[in-house]
C-alpha cells in the first residue's frame, strides 16, 4: 500500500491522527494550515473493527462549517481510506436541516442513500477498474505491430482487439469474482 504520510493536506487544513498507531480507534484533529495551526475540528471512525465499510463522524467549529470547507476535509478523509484495498465504501450521517454539511457531502462526491427520522446517510464508493477499455488498447497496440510484421495491418489490427477484449473481460470478470466471494465471506 505504501507509505502513510502524516498530516493529510488539503488546500486549508491538516488532517493528523490523534495516534497514527491506532489510526481507525483514536480521533483525528483538523488544524489551519496557516502558521498558528489552530485546531477547528475532528473527526472519527466510528467502528475500529471495520470491513468492506466505514463510518466516520466530522465536527467543525461554527465558523468552519461551510460546504466548501467540509467538502474540502471529506474528500480528503476519503482518498485515505480508499487507500486499504479491504475498504469499498466510507458513509455518514448528517441531519436535513444542515445544509452546509450537505452541499459538503455532495461536493465532496458523496452520495445520499436515505433518509430516515431526518438524519440523511450518504457514502461515497470505491470505484473499480474497468480493465476492459485498458486491453483493447493495449490489444490496438499489438495489433498493429503484429499487422506490420506480417504485412497485413487488417489480420493484425482485428486479432489483437479480439485479444485485447477477452483478456480485458477476464481480467474485470476475475475482480467481480473477488468481490463476490469477500461478500460471502463477510456474510458467514
Known sequence: MGELNFPLETRHFFIQPGNQEKLWEEEWTVTLKNGDHNKIGSFFFENANFRDEVKITLDLDKNYEKSKYSAEILYEIARFVFRFNNISEISTVCRYEDEHRVRGLERAGYVRRQTKDGDVYYSMKKQKTAWTGVYVFVGLVAGFMIGIVISNLWVGT???????????????????????????????
Do not use: H, N, P, S
Open 158 to 188: 482485428i486479432a489483437g482487439i479480439v485479444i485485447g477484449i477477452v483478456i480485458g473481460y477476464l481480467m474485470d470478470k476475475k475482480e467481480k469474482r473477488e468481490d463476490t466471494v469477500e461478500t460471502e465471506f463477510k456474510k458467514d
